[in-house]
């Protein structure tokens, strides 16, 4: 018996040392790698693919010269950094699962361009702008009622760094320049955060995407819940306590803001096509008048009125940010505007001007490219750096990609 435990004593030593053993080793060889070995995890970790032998020695030469950046900047020049990664990246903003299984769409075509073409990425939110693919491809042409045209580009696997082409979405979408803000009013927004509902959708899921806010992180129930509207209780479950202490948190800061959204609807025909698919992206001009409300605002902002008849009625698409007051000060608000203004565009500008917006992007592309949150001290202090980085860059979202990857390459 005794020899037997003396056995399975010294195996266990024996299996300890092994173990300590190999994780030295592993931990020696990530202290130790070389340029090679960084310029192949800055490749893999930004296109998600092998580099060749030419780029990976190219990479390691710009390595070994003390310019990392100028290595993931070679790297990003492949096709795979922008039909797989910026794809997987972007999906999940264009739809409530937050699910990046979706074909490509107007919304990831367009945060691809952005990116590729090194533009403000602060415009994705309030631009007169769309991608599209090459007309010399033989795509179906672009339509405002299906997504054949971006599904065909990435079912015939035709790249997407080459063949997409930046127009303006007004003259795709029939929306007027002023009413255009950038994804926001592309058609796969559209038919995920305009399609039935109150529109909330949109300001919920654009300021979780881009912001990196829900609304539960910014409940302040201190503003004023003069702009709530008539469908909200103001007793759920005869209880106003719970109107005052919880409702009002997210309602009376979305509510005015969201207002933005007045004139704009996503119709299909719920009993032919319940999932939407062949909607399309519909907008009062100031022609237009909804036959329910009377006026430019879609009948959806009137909807169960009688909830609370004394609520706020919406007379048109005039917002005010609430929260550039109380605790959401901390979202950092572009202190040139007004934190006022009519429409999509200029919400979209007051949202993409904010710090939450920066740090957002960079939080987000480090995440992606170190496949982890930002979780230490380090990590912070290298987020903080990257913002400024990006501000300073004039918000090329490349910058944060290369910066990320070097950072994240390992010693």
Known sequence: MRARHRTRTLVAKASSTLLFLTLALSHASVAQAGPREQAKRIHDRIAGVPPSATVLNNMAAQITGGDELAAADIAMENSA?????????????????????????????????????????????????????NSGLGLPAYSQSNNNHYEALEDGGFSLKDNLI???????????????????????AARAFFSAGTNRAMFRFTLMNHMCNDLEQVADVTRPPDRIRQDVSRSPGGDSRVFLNNCVGCHSGMDPMAQAFAYYDYEYDATADPDGELGRLVYNTANDRDPVTGTRVKAKYHIN???????????????????????NRRLGWDSALSGSGQGAKSLGREFAQSDAFAECQVKKVFENVCLRPPSNASDRSQVTSMVSSFRAQGFDLKQVFAESAVYCMGD
Not at 95 to 105: I, M, T, Y
Request: zero cysteines; proline letters at 4%.
């Open 81 to 133: 950094f922008y039909d797989v990664t910026l794809k997987n990246l972007a999906a999940p903003w264009t739809n409530e699962a937050q699910s990046k299984f979706v074909p490509l769409n107007d919304y990831i075509a367009t945060v691809i361009g952005l990116v590729r073409d090194n533009a403000d990425f602060r415009t994705v939110l309030y631009e007169d702008v769309l991608y599209i693919g």
């Open 305 to 327: 009125s009688a909830t609370f008849e004394q609520g706020y009625v919406t007379p048109d698409d005039s917002w005010d940010n609430y929260w550039r007051s109380g605790a």
């Open 166 to 188: 930046r127009v303006n979405q007004s003259t795709y979408s029939g929306l007027p320049t002023s009413a255009t803000a950038g994804v926001m009013t592309s058609r796969a």
